[in-house]
């Protein structure tokens, strides 16, 4: 079409924050893989050429937990460029619930372990990343006493 | 850190719905260049490394319309993998209004002419892209008569 080089922009991630049992609950992970390695983060991977950021976030939210999700809303994009150790990584995150009643929750692929959280534990827990910034920004914890 | 490829996702960029003259006006660009050349788009580009998007989208916005703007809200992430027909770009967009009352809207860089449009005639235009969609997402139409 022109000659101009092809751009070098951000990687681009999408990220799922999964509330469980009437919205009590949210599903995390422990990282099997460096950066971050064994600590606790929200489902989520790279988008991949070809695929909608929402349908990224439902495809990776399946293959580290095995839950089936629907998406309620979004979340934003989180695009500080230290976000990332590896590089400069840019969110995009969802909030999801399962999509049916029958979800059997599973640690599967990057996930070493998935656990269970109450939404009163969460801000007492060292996240991943800026996870903990993601879940604050979704407003599920506003209302917790 | 680990050994894995890098990963290849879509290109990030960042447009803007810029609303001007106490909100009835938006700010348009004519393309000068390829794909959809020649047709309105809104002021936005790719974003750099090393920069949010939010910044890419404020830097984005001065580059091409000489306005310096502060974004209002997100209005989404836009990802289609057909938006764009050169490969799979992941727009992230914001509604923005000028920083201050002295800004002095012109074409430069990337736009070859400029143009203010009323709210009320925005539907009746082509948009490159999926502009029109941005801009009907962002709300801003849903108060005309």
């Known amino acids: 079409m022109n000659n101009l080089p092809k751009p070098v922009t951000p990687l ?12 009590r609950d949210i599903v995390l992970i422990r990282r099997k893989n460096p950066p971050f390695q064994g600590d606790l983060a929200l489902p989520g991977g790279f988008v991949d050429v070809g695929e909608t950021v929402e349908k990224a976030c439902v495809r990776e939210a399946k293959e580290e937990t095995n ?7 979004l979340i934003g994009p989180f695009s500080d460029p230290k976000r990332d150790p590896r590089g400069h990584t840019v969110s995009i995150a969802f909030l999801c619930e399962p999509k049916t009643k029958n979800e059997k929750p599973k640690a599967k692929d990057d996930a070493a372990a998935l656990e269970i959280i109450p939404l009163s534990k969460i801000t007492s827990l060292k996240l991943a990343f800026d996870h903990m910034e993601i879940i604050k920004s979704s407003g599920i914890l506003n209302n917790l006493n």
Chains 1, 2 share one sequence.
Do not use: F, G, S, Y
């Open 12 to 23: 681009l991630t999408a990220d799922a924050v999964i509330l469980v049992n009437n919205k």
């Open 67 to 73: 839950i089936n999700v629907k998406i309620i809303k």
